[in-house]
Structure formats: structure tokens, C-alpha cells
């Protein structure tokens, strides 16, 4: 199993979404409280960069806060519109919205038992609302949001042209989308080159691959201590996996440069 959650974007594309949706009932079904609230591999600042401050309730997720912070703090998301595609169990989301007080932040999930993880426990963060919706067919009107942001979601994608050619519809005029994301070396062109296809300029790039491995490293106790005490004994190998603890083919990948990890400003272009 812990095999097929290492690649299951490799495997055909009928077969991805499936899995993927059954993974997040299954870990949406072993934590349905209020524990793990993000499912991405966290960023650690290097060479003695200042780190963001965070309120004590916000401290046991700072390596997933901080890939969020990473994404978004070049640019002024204060009283903007803000769609998250891929938002998962809401974290992000909820982080956002608190920290650099948007005017409004939707959080948009494939996953229907993600969004209702979502509506439960962050009903009282004002101006954040969650709802179900495929990243490749998004449910809103043109030209509706100042900022798109993805994290760690766009790899899963059956049709990333498509992804791509409906942020660009959903945004304003002079939008951004800001993601971040896992690829191997071998396919960033073809990525790079979807991206500009579809109507982007790429005005940052950055190679963060240090940063996640660095990450990864220092929260590894705690994703080890989570999966053992949430997750049946049966499933533990394939959760560690999916979750990057030290030891795992996830983190070796990371660790060797076999995956790399790279964060984007894409700004719309006039087409
Ligand atoms: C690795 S998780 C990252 C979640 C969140 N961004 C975070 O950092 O915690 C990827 C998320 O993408 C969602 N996803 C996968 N395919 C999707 C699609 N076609 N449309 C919308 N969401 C999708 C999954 O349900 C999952 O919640």
C-alpha cells in the first residue's frame, strides 16, 4: 500500500481520483477532531532567516504554517478575494484568513468529507467559507477572485491545462495564482510550459526544496506520534509515507533531489 501512496500520481488517471478520495475518507475517518489540519510538507527557514511569529494555538503546525506564510507573503492579501483550490482539512485556510484578514477566503476541496471536516471546525473564523468543487471545472463566474492560492494539490490533477485555464477565467483582470507544489525534475519544463500556455507570467520561482527537507526533519516526531496514535497499526507504514517521516521513500526522495519543490507567483496575463 505504502508503495501505491508513493506513486499514485504516476498511476493512469482513471485510478487517481479514486484513490485519492478514498485516502482522505479514511484519514478524515481516523481524525475527525481537531488535529490534523494540514496535509502538506511543511517549509523550515534556512541560513538563520527570522521566522514568523505565532500565536501559541497556532505553534504545533508552524512547518505547514510556515509553506502557507511562504506562498503568500509576497503579495497584500489585505480586504482581497481569495480562492484556495485544494484546501484540504482547512488549515491554510484558517491561517490566512487570521493572519492577513482578506476581505473574503473561500477554501475549495474535491474531498466532500474534507469540506465537512472544514465547516465544522472553523465556523467561527470570520469571512473564511469552504465548498466542494473540482479543481479542473471550478464552480464560479469569470473574473471573480483577486488571488488563487495551491498548495501541494496541482500534482494530483487528471488535467492540469485544464486546472490552469480556469484560474485563469476565475481571477480579476491583474490576479495572481500563488502555488506551491512537489515535481520531478524531469517534468518541470512541460510544467513551466502549461503555465505559460495558459495565459501566465512566471514572476517567481523558487526552488524550496531545502527548506521542505529541512522541515521535514524537524517535524517528524510529531507526524510519527500522530499517525501512532490515530491510525490502525495495519495502516501506519503508508500514512508515515504519505506523511514524509524520516526513514520513508517520500522523505529519501525529497532528501536526494529525486523530488524537488518549487513555489510560483503567476500573474494573469492580458490575453
Ligand atoms: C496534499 S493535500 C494538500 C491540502 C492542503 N493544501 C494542505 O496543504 O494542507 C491535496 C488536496 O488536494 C485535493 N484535491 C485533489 N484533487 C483535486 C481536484 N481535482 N480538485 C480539488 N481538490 C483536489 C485533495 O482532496 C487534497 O485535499
Not at 466532500?112 to 471545472?137: M, P, R, W
Request: aromatic residues 14%; proline residues 3%; hydrophobic residues 35%.
Amino acid at each position: 500500500m505504502s508503495k501505491i501512496i508513493e506513486k499514485y500520481a504516476e498511476l493512469p488517471k482513471l485510478f487517481r481520483k479514486p484513490l485519492w478520495q478514498w485516502w482522505h475518507k479514511k484519514m478524515n475517518k481516523y481524525d475527525s477532531g481537531n488535529i490534523a489540519n494540514f496535509m502538506n510538507y511543511g517549509f523550515e527557514y534556512l541560513n538563520g532567516d527570522v521566522r514568523i511569529q505565532l500565536k501559541e494555538q497556532d505553534e504545533t503546525d508552524r512547518y505547514c504554517i510556515q509553506l502557507y506564510d511562504h506562498v503568500v507573503n509576497k503579495v497584500d492579501l489585505k480586504g482581497k478575494d481569495v480562492l484556495e483550490v485544494g484546501a484540504g482539512r482547512g488549515g491554510g485556510a484558517s491561517y490566512i484568513t487570521r493572519y492577513y484578514e482578506p476581505k473574503s477566503y473561500i477554501g475549495m476541496d474535491i474531498t466532500q468529507s474534507s469540506i465537512d471536516f472544514c465547516n465544522k471546525h472553523y465556523k467561527d473564523v470570520d469571512g473564511l467559507t469552504f465548498t466542494c468543487g473540482n479543481a479542473e471545472k471550478l464552480p464560479f463566474d469569470d473574473s471573480l477572485f483577486d488571488f488563487v492560492v495551491n498548495v501541494e494539490s496541482a500534482r494530483c490533477y487528471n488535467d492540469q491545462v485544464a486546472f490552469f485555464n480556469e484560474v485563469f477565467r476565475v481571477l480579476k483582470p491583474d490576479g495572481k495564482l500563488l502555488l506551491a507544489d512537489m515535481i520531478y525534475p524531469a517534468e518541470m519544463d512541460n510544467f513551466r510550459s502549461i503555465i505559460n500556455q495558459s495565459g501566465f507570467n512566471i514572476t517567481q520561482e523558487t526552488n524550496i526544496s531545502q527548506n521542505v527537507v529541512s522541515a521535514l526533519e524537524k517535524d517528524s516526531e510529531r507526524r510519527e506520534n500522530l499517525i501512532d496514535t490515530k491510525i490502525p497499526k495495519f495502516m501506519r507504514k503508508s500514512f508515515k509515507t504519505f506523511a514524509g517521516t524520516l526513514g520513508t521513500s517520500r522523505y529519501n526522495n525529497f532528501a536526494t533531489g529525486i523530488f524537488q519543490y518549487l513555489s510560483f507567483v503567476l500573474e494573469k496575463q492580458k490575453k
